[in-house]
């Protein structure tokens, strides 16, 4: 059974290499680029990796592109901040040629902050199942945390072993992501038919602090456990406030022209 790992990627030169190393046991590896000008292709390229370059229009159509280009007859899905371990890597190889399932999450340990997280929602932590025979998944095609369509007639299973995730390497990438995610976030909740305002913002985002600080044990993670929980009271409120900005069409006061009096 042939492996292809695939990779998304934009201006990830710090994050491709170790990634990219992490999956060279795959037989084909694919990094699906939405037109990087740092040189994170090149260093794919330089690593063996087969790069198509994807313009982005919101990450469910980046994936479903990117499985495209997929050849082998297993998929696994790893992003540039995730890292495959030795036992994730032996546990794909043992179990595909005769899965009982087409498809597979696969539990995720983040480190952040210089330490592991064991709480706050994020371990064992989960996305989209990352292992699959190709034709059995593919993804919908909201523009931010897209979900997956299990083309299987089979239930979806979950590996034993856990890859690691590096979500945020500073401040500024946390700032970053926050206000890119709730910018797209925004088109998610206009298809929903939300209507926005401050009240509804402070009180989604008071909500989402209290469920990864209190109920997902956040504050058992000390500092960044609260630093995990107020990125997200931010993104969400700020999701919020830009649905309210753009339904509210705010404008700023016209001023008529002031002369010097005569």
Not at 42 to 50: N, P, R, V
Request: glycine share 8%; hydrophobic share 40%.
């Amino acid at each position: 059974m042939k492996i292809t790992a695939y990779i998304i990627a934009f201006n990830e030169v710090e994050k491709i290499r170790d990634c990219i190393n992490s999956v060279l046991w795959a037989d084909e590896i694919i990094v699906a680029d939405s037109n990087s000008t740092d040189g994170t292709t090149e260093i794919a390229k330089e690593l063996g990796a087969k790069v198509v370059h994807i313009s982005f229009n919101g990450y469910g159509a980046l994936r479903n592109k990117a499985v495209e280009h997929c050849s082998g007859d297993w998929i696994f899905s790893i992003d540039s901040d995730e890292r495959c371990t030795v036992e994730v890597r032996d546990e794909i190889i043992n179990l595909i040629d005769n899965a009982p399932f087409d498809i597979y999450h696969i539990p995720r340990k983040n480190f952040f902050m210089g330490r592991w997280i064991n709480f706050s929602g994020w371990f064992p932590n989960f996305r989209q199942p990352q292992l699959f025979k190709n034709g059995k998944m593919s993804y919908t095609e909201e523009p931010v945390h897209e979900g997956f369509i299990n083309n299987s007639d089979k239930e979806i299973g979950t590996l034993n072993n856990f890859i690691w995730q590096f979500p945020f390497k500073n401040t500024e990438e946390i700032i970053y992501k926050t206000n890119r995610y709730s910018t797209l976030g925004v088109l998610k909740l206009e298809e929903k038919g939300i209507k926005g305002s401050i009240f509804k913002a402070f009180l989604h985002g008071f909500w989402s602090f209290l469920k990864h600080y209190i109920f997902k044990l956040g504050f058992l993670d000390g500092g960044p456990g609260f630093v995990i929980a107020f990125g997200n009271f931010e993104g969400t409120f700020y999701r919020y406030i830009k649905l309210t900005e753009k339904q509210s069409k705010w404008k700023v006061p016209s001023v008529k022209p002031i002369h010097k009096n005569k």
